[in-house]
């Protein structure tokens, strides 16, 4: 899911879903801002999980639905006592699918069964290019039946045989049951075209229900009273669109927020605010990058390989760790995270890659590239600088310093990099539009528990929004999907970071303000972005929010 690097209401009553009367240790409602614990927040949109194609959307549906799989974000294994499956097993290693579920309950009392899953599976295919995980996991082209076996269980048949730990992981935990008895009467383009409509989303069988989309303002949930998953501790949670570091922190000390993102701009500032306290958490599953239109001729030279490994090595992912997150980030030359390390090649644990800090060499492969310095440094090849703009998230404290000191390193090469400020709404909208002219964006991607590269590098796929093509880059993703063990993964990694289809950039470490009534905070967001909210709790005397 891209996110950020670095008005009218739409209302409904629900049954049952007013407000009840505190009770000692009740949180009453804790107000959040979005991506907490991950990214800048922004508005949520829309809480289809099919059509999430944002950090902020994926946070409303994940609070909604229960996920068939509960990928651990902290060992990148399954939680089978989160998930909805009980059982997986590839009989013919890696041809088809078993899968067994657990008892589970929709928001109505109705039962989650196989019916469901097959409903999800069904408006997958419907959507097409349109659905959010087009591409991942292979999904939806390498199924070639989901059949039913009985109330709670199912398998799917593929085309080809796969790598079976890729496939768990990235195409079947897309299967996420959707209420195929409440939304039956629904076209997909009814549903498409429902995707914020909070009415439609009343049957759930997550821990929380919509209660009110307030469009530029905030989106209120309310506990699902029947969820099978355990208690909650608060009567409304409410998820702020503030996307300016400055001001959540001043709703925060207003307390009008229970818990931010940490600022680290304003670092020193923080460290002694009254009655909150600070908890760390470890970097998001995912990355920070350069995303680069290769289809825009006007930046024709992001083609050129060389370029960009220039540009990697010309940027110092240490000094600005250091400067930036206060030494609290991890630098990231490639696809996969550093930690865990689950999926890192040998030589990367160590700390070698196809690219790194290097001025020296970046002047080099530009020479090599065949660029020359114009009259005021910046290169030109063919009377062409070697300029191009970045779009940079608005009112981003951390992303502003980012692009800074990225402009800094990039210039003592020969590059120079103009920045344009925007809403991350309108940034997605131009990523999402093929013919758009924008020519470099600064953004983060959560990354998935299998870390290949289908969904992001491969021709045509669905996050791919800078054109990247290369056959090689190709082969190789298909080969981590399809070959069993680790080794054409480490082979896809290490050309990935020697290609740099985007440019890989470093990834802040996340450290939460949170207000001292709430316990917990420590253990609600996982490095991959799924939140335990019954691990939030307020002991001692009540004192909810009106």
């Not at 899968?99 to 419907?126: C, E, H, N, Y």
């Not at 970097?283 to 930046?299: C, H, K, S, T, Y």
């Amino acid at each position: 899911m891209r996110r950020l690097l670095g008005g009218a209401a739409l209302l409904l009553g629900l049954g049952g879903g007013a407000m009840a009367a505190p009770v000692a240790g009740d949180c009453g409602t804790i107000i959040l801002p979005t991506g907490i614990g991950i990214a800048p927040g922004a508005d949520i949109t829309g809480f289809n999980p099919l059509l999430s194609n944002s950090l902020y959307n994926a946070e409303a549906a994940g609070a909604m639905f229960q996920p068939l799989i509960w990928v651990n974000g902290w060992t990148l294994g399954i939680d089978w006592s989160r998930s909805l499956a009980s059982a997986i097993a590839t009989p013919d290693e890696g041809l088809s699918f078993d899968v067994t579920m657990r008892p589970w309950m929709w928001s109505d009392g109705a039962p989650v069964t196989s019916a469901d899953v097959a409903f999800t599976w069904k408006l997958i295919q419907q959507f097409g290019p349109a659905y959010a995980g087009y591409g991942a996991g292979g999904m939806p082209g390498i199924v070639r039946e989901l059949r039913v076996t009985g109330p709670r269980s199912f398998t799917v048949l593929l085309r080809r045989r796969v790598n079976p730990q890729w496939f768990i992981l990235n195409g079947l935990g897309q299967l996420t049951p959707l209420p195929a008895h409440a939304w039956a009467a629904y076209d997909s383009d009814e549903i498409y075209q429902r995707q914020s409509d909070v009415g439609f989303f009343q049957v759930v069988d997550g821990p929380l229900r919509p209660a009110a989309l307030n469009i530029g303002q905030d989106m209120v949930f309310t506990p699902n009273p029947v969820w099978p998953g355990g208690g909650l501790h608060f009567s409304r949670l409410i998820f702020k669109f503030v996307q300016s570091a400055g001001q959540t922190l001043q709703q925060f000390e207003a307390g009008e927020l229970d818990m931010i993102n940490a600022p680290m701009a304003l670092w020193r500032v923080i460290q002694s605010l009254p009655g909150a306290r600070m908890a760390r958490l470890a970097p998001g599953i995912g990355f920070d990058e350069m995303a680069l239109n290769l289809r825009n001729p006007e930046v024709a030279f992001f083609r050129d390989v060389r370029v960009r490994q220039a540009m990697a090595d010309a940027i110092d992912q240490e000094e600005m760790i250091s400067l930036i997150d206060h030494g609290l980030g991890e630098a990231h030359r490639g696809p996969v995270p550093p930690q865990p390390p689950v999926f890192l090649t040998p030589a990367m644990r160590d700390g070698r890659y196809p690219v790194g800090y290097d001025p020296a060499r970046a002047r080099a492969l530009l020479r090599e590239a065949g660029f020359t310095p114009g009259p005021d440094g910046i290169l030109e090849k063919n009377g062409q600088r070697l300029s191009f703009t970045e779009l940079t998230g608005a009112d981003n404290a951390a992303g502003e310093q980012m692009t800074v000191m990225i402009q800094a390193y990039l210039r003592r090469v020969g590059i120079e990099m103009k920045a344009r400020r925007i809403e991350f709404n309108q940034m997605l909208a131009l990523l999402n539009d093929p013919g758009a002219d924008w020519q470099a964006a600064a953004l983060g991607e959560s990354g998935t528990a299998y870390p290949t590269g289908e969904d992001l590098f491969k021709t045509g796929s669905y996050g791919n929004a800078g054109g990247y093509s290369d056959p090689e880059m190709d082969r190789l993703i298909d080969a981590s999907t399809s070959e069993p063990g680790l080794e054409a993964l480490y082979a896809y990694e290490t050309y990935a970071s020697a290609q740099q289809p985007v440019i890989f950039l470093p990834t802040g470490a996340v450290a939460l303000l949170v207000k001292e009534r709430i316990a917990g905070a420590a253990g609600f967001a996982d490095p991959l972005g799924n939140y335990d909210y019954a691990a939030l709790s307020c002991p001692g005397p009540a004192r909810p929010r009106p």
